[in-house]
């Protein structure tokens, strides 16, 4: 695939390395989930109190939620016996896939690199822990990053891989409903206001993702138990959420409901930072997090409408597809662990809607250098001309 693309030697040496950087991260998370606990062992051993189903069978758990991940366990655990690590390495691989496809749009579309503290941006954010730590193991979290990934991937080329966007679409929704509700309602925003969306197509698709939405929004709604979208529904939903989560038994809970909007939003966007941290996962997700909130003061700085307009497609469907998942989860999330699971989803597409206004306007500055230049040598050339004519005049009316 980095071949088809036109990435250079060096980049495609780093998926190599990014694929066994992955590996290690599956080996890890399979330590961690045994030595401290967590629904992706329950998943692979069937164990999950929130199913239980009597005579069991493969077709038995198709469904929507916890029952598809179930689903899609049973035979790799229950009939072909594998172990616990070998489903994290399987689930992983599809997690990897998902890091794959974003790093090669970024390296196809983006018109530079960006460095801080002499880092450069690309491809050192692929590293991240949290990007490989939770995609890498057995559960939802690595389904929806791979389909949420995929699902861009397919967008950004939409003539050609339309039919692999609604496959990924299929397995977002399944295992994370209202992650596909997003999804489908982000990319008919997307398509609208896309530039390089001739106009037929914007239609023609923001329509069928308008169609899909609807569609879908009375399975969303009977998934989560909500009655409709309303505002008090939505705030009784996330009230709830907040209880059950902020409860003495959650060792990295925030007492959220006490937070203004702000406060909220700061907090699932940037934390934990370093004081939070209460173990090694949340220590170095602390240096992500203190990355996002340094880039995010250069929005201001390089948002112009020409960077929106040629920003690429899925960094567009990625930030709209954030905006209202991120507003949901900072008035339902009151775990620093969970929040960091959740938005690991979405947070990679505001992070590259930073990279690329900030390498967009870099680029406009290198080229207007450019034309400085380019003027400034026109104009020596121009006055050497002038010389070399009042010169050669000068020399004419001598003789």
């Not at 692929?126 to 389909?147: C, E, M, P, T």
């Not at 990355?291 to 899925?314: G, H, K, Q, V």
């Amino acid at each position: 695939m980095a071949r088809k693309f036109n990435i250079s030697y060096k980049y495609e040496m780093h998926l190599h390395y990014l694929l066994f950087y992955h590996v290690f991260f599956s080996m890890f998370f399979t330590w961690y989930i045994l030595n401290f606990g967590g629904d992706s062992y329950g998943y692979w051993k069937f164990g999950m109190e929130q199913v239980i189903i009597r005579d069991p069978s493969w077709m038995k758990y198709w469904g929507e939620s916890t029952k598809f991940i179930l689903w899609l366990c049973y035979i790799p655990s229950q009939v072909l016996g594998l172990s616990y690590l070998t489903g994290n390495i399987l689930f992983g691989f599809l997690g990897f896939i998902g890091i794959r496809y974003i790093f090669i749009m970024v390296a196809d579309l983006f018109p530079a690199n960006h460095s801080v503290l002499n880092i450069s941006l690309f491809p050192t954010v692929f590293y991240f822990l949290n990007l490989h730590f939770w995609s890498s193991g057995v559960g939802k979290d690595a389904i929806s990053f791979w389909g949420i990934a995929w699902f861009m991937f397919s967008i950004q080329n939409y003539k050609s891989r339309w039919w692999q966007g609604l496959i990924a679409l299929f397995f977002v929704y399944m295992a994370r409903p209202h992650m596909g509700q997003a999804l489908i309602s982000g990319a008919g925003i997307a398509f609208l206001l896309g530039s390089e969306v001739k106009s037929t197509y914007k239609v023609a698709l923001s329509s069928l993702a308008l169609i899909g939405a609807v569609y879908l929004s009375a399975n969303t709604l009977e998934s989560l138990k909500l009655t409709d979208f309303s505002l008090e529904t939505l705030e009784e939903f996330s009230g709830t959420k907040v209880r059950d989560l902020s409860s003495g038994n959650v060792g990295s809970g925030v007492n959220l409901a006490s937070y203004s909007w702000p406060i909220k939003l700061f907090t699932y966007m940037f934390r934990p930072l370093f004081i939070d941290a209460h173990n090694i996962v949340s220590f170095f997700s602390s240096f992500e997090n203190a990355l996002y909130l340094w880039l995010s003061f250069f929005i201001y700085r390089n948002w112009t409408p020409e960077a929106i307009r040629d920003m690429p497609l899925f960094i567009k469907a990625g930030m709209i597809t954030f905006i209202p998942v991120t507003l949901a989860f900072m008035n339902s999330l009151s775990n620093l662990g969970i929040v960091m699971r959740m938005k690991n989803m979405t947070m990679i597409y505001f992070l590259l809607f930073c990279f690329f206004l900030i390498t967009y306007n870099k680029k406009l500055r290198y080229l207007k250098a450019l034309e400085k230049q380019k003027y400034y040598a026109r104009r020596e050339a121009i006055i050497e001309e002038k010389k070399k004519n009042a010169l050669a005049a000068s020399s004419g009316q001598q003789e």
